[in-house]
């Protein structure tokens, strides 16, 4: 079961590097006849009684089959109907390719694609939310100089 806080669904997020790339989920939405094409974060819903880094961790592997440690809490978001607990996370192992729930719903209206960005590249996407400005933040933080 989903945990609520203040009356809103609590997701955990992370954010990942490979090879100096950032792993996303990119997205084809079909709403009201219009396609959407954006990319997220990998992340989803925080279980009652699991701890926020947890979820992260077990989302980012669930997702995209891809094992994860934390390194870093980064912020809580809150929009107007949930609130976003972001990570950084460190790569361990796994070979980058959609699983899960997201690879049940994949359809032609619907269809989700894990994808690594090159961050020369970063710009030229529309990632939701304060993804693209956290990717930028933990790219100059922690692997800019390495």
């Not at 974060?41 to 997702?63: Q, S, T, W």
């Not at 400005?133 to 922690?142: F, T």
Request: proline letters at 2%; charged letters at 30%; hydrophobic letters at 30%.
């Amino acid at each position: 079961m989903t945990l609520y806080e203040e009356g809103r669904r609590v997701v955990a997020r992370g954010i990942t590097f490979i090879n100096n790339k950032v792993l996303l989920i990119e997205r084809y939405k079909k709403e009201n006849n219009v396609m959407l094409h954006y990319y997220t974060i990998p992340g989803g819903g925080v279980d009652v009684l699991e701890k926020y880094h947890e979820a992260a961790i077990r989302e980012m592997m669930e997702e995209t089959t891809c094992h994860v440690e934390i390194v870093d809490f980064l912020e809580k978001e809150y929009y107007p109907n949930g609130i976003c607990y972001w990570y950084y996370c460190k790569y361990l192992s796994g070979t980058p390719k959609l699983s899960g729930e997201e690879k049940e719903r994949n359809s032609n209206d619907n269809s989700y694609q894990v994808v690594l960005i090159d961050m020369n590249d970063i710009d030229k996407i529309n990632i939701l939310g304060k993804g693209k400005d956290l990717v930028k933040k933990c790219y100059e933080r922690y692997l800019k100089d390495n």
